[in-house]
């Protein structure tokens, strides 16, 4: 019996005491995941904080939801996220999209034209990780800055617009992330993102910030999300990654652009049904979790802290400024697959940046005793190699 055949039988309740016995640690964490009870079996999961799974309380919201048809807007659970979500980053209005990368793509699609140019970082996550959807879908011609910690330097914008000419893209749109995936959930500080969408908007750009982990930011700073928010036209964040809720982001902005927003959403396919039973835990996410946020930030700290200095690994602690921390090793002693597939028979799961380091992201079903567990898992991959 494989893997997959043990997580359909358990769904079955059927031979699950006998299989118990003959499956690894890993698997039996994601059957007690499956059933909804998350046993603690001893897995510390730093992939990334979207492995959070729902509250009990989103459970019951999604079980009681009220629904209706979504893409005719007749779903009250959905209006009432997208009304909270455009309120909390004080905006005129909010769509509920499938994923921050659709959310991404939508506004990229709004603020541009086939053939127009876009700027971006170089690190950007709509650069680097969304599968090339502003060239294949958006038509768009990047232009890309440096960030320092992934943030740009505004100085830097007006170096990469080009001039009125027959021969170049019109650049139209600039898009930011606040905090920066890549750069270790580095964070944009309100007078920096100030200064960006200042400058963009001197030489008539539209600005969209990709605020996937927004309240992180916030948190991080001790300040309102509005505060980052109003630095930008249209704002994107997620509801599935640190807050917990099981899938969904929100695209925010004006009326206007959030109408045409709509119709680019159905035009990607992202027109949602009865949708309601998603935005029920949407509305716990953006009520009851991004208060805790700052708890995943202070066990960040503290993996940092621990892991800095241990030999063959070194960590830029201040890059370390939310909830992601980004360690580099020393692929003379150990080679980064060697390591993270070691990492992972001792029961912590990490993902792998090559070509020296991996990622390690905190999250809700982190605690700081599990912090001990990681340490001395890679104290003891980094001894075994040395
Ligand atoms: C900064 C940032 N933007 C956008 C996304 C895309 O979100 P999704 O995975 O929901 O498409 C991510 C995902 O990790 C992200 O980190």
């Not at 921050?100 to 709004?110: D, E, P, R, S």
């Not at 964070?187 to 750009?205: F, G, N, P, Q, R």
């Not at 998603?278 to 953006?286: K, N, R, S, T």
Request: aromatic share 4%.
């Amino acid at each position: 019996m494989n893997r997959t055949d043990l997580l359909a039988d358990h769904d079955r309740g059927g031979l699950l005491l006998i299989s118990w016995l003959n499956i690894s640690l890993l698997d039996r964490e994601l059957l007690a995941r499956k059933r909804g009870c998350l046993m603690k079996t001893g897995i510390v999961d730093l992939r990334s904080d979207t492995q959070t799974l729902p509250t009990q309380e989103m459970i019951q919201a999604m079980a009681n939801a009220e629904l209706g048809d979504d893409v005719c807007r007749e779903d009250p659970t959905v209006r009432q996220l997208e009304e909270l979500a455009a309120s909390v980053v004080g905006k005129e209005a909010a769509l509920f999209v499938p994923s921050g990368t659709m959310g991404n793509l939508i506004a990229m699609k709004v603020h541009t034209n086939p053939g127009e140019g876009i700027i971006l970082e170089r690190d950007s996550h709509i650069y680097y990780y969304e599968a090339g959807g502003l060239c294949a879908i958006c038509g768009l011609t990047p232009s890309l800055i440096q960030g320092r910690y992934g943030v740009i330097d505004a100085n830097d914008i007006e170096k990469v617009i080009r001039p009125t000419n027959i021969h170049f893209p019109p650049t139209t749109l600039l898009c930011y992330e606040n905090t920066h995936n890549r750069a270790g959930g580095t964070v944009v500080s309100v007078e920096m993102s100030k200064k960006i969408y200042d400058t963009a908007k001197c030489h008539s750009l539209a600005v969209h910030l990709d605020g996937a982990r927004i309240f992180n930011a916030a948190a991080s700073q001790g300040v309102d999300p509005k505060a980052l928010s109003a630095h930008a036209d249209s704002v994107m964040f997620c509801l599935s990654k640190g807050l917990s809720a099981p899938v969904g982001s929100m695209l925010t902005g004006t009326e206007t652009f959030i109408e045409q927003a709509r119709h680019v959403r159905k035009m990607l396919g992202g027109g949602m049904r009865q949708a309601g039973v998603l935005a029920a835990a949407g509305i716990v996410a953006i009520i009851k979790m991004r208060h805790r946020l700052q708890e995943d930030h202070e066990t960040a700290g503290l993996l940092a802290k621990q892991l800095s200095g241990m030999p063959g690994i070194s960590i830029d602690l201040a890059s370390v400024q939310t909830n992601i921390v980004n360690v580099s090793v020393d692929t003379d002693i150990v080679p980064l697959d060697v390591f993270s597939a070691k990492l992972r028979s001792l029961g912590v799961l990490v993902s792998a940046r090559p070509p020296r380091a991996v990622r390690m992201v905190t999250h809700r079903h982190v605690t700081k005793d599990d912090v001990r567990k990681v340490v001395d898992a890679v104290y003891s991959v980094m001894s075994e190699c040395n």
